[in-house]
């Protein structure tokens, strides 16, 4: 399934003109690869309900449900940087792209309209 995304991107991003309709085939397999991948990475990662109270539990004491929830919380919150940083890299580098091309014929056009308002 790479292989092929990684085939068809090739192409379609090798065209003069990018079209956003081009690229559709593609995002639902980008979304469940990334939705593996984020799979990949919490199951690495220790358990933020189980690995608190085995902590507690080894040094003989008890983990409060403040201490609980505050745990669970700054896990969360670093899954949430870590998937909110890449969409935002990925529209921050669309944006750069597509704004970074300067498109002639635009140029001309407005120039034209610039001179016909002057002109007359």
């Keep these: ?49 189980t690995d608190p109270l085995q902590r507690v539990r080894e040094r003989g004491g008890d983990l409060s449900p403040v201490q609980n929830a505050t745990h669970i919380l700054h896990w969360l919150l670093g899954l949430l940087v870590i998937v909110l940083g890449g969409t935002i890299f990925q529209g921050l580098a669309l944006l750069t792209s597509i704004a970074s091309q300067i498109h002639v014929s635009r140029l001309r056009f407005g120039y034209i309209i610039i001179y016909v308002l002057a002109v007359y």
């Design 1 to 49: 399934m790479l292989s092929w995304i990684l085939v068809y991107s090739a192409i379609v991003g090798s065209f003069y003109t990018k079209f956003m309709r081009y690229m559709l085939p593609v995002y639902p397999l980008l979304t469940l690869m990334a939705a593996v991948g984020v799979l990949a990475v919490v199951r690495g990662l220790p358990s933020p309900l």
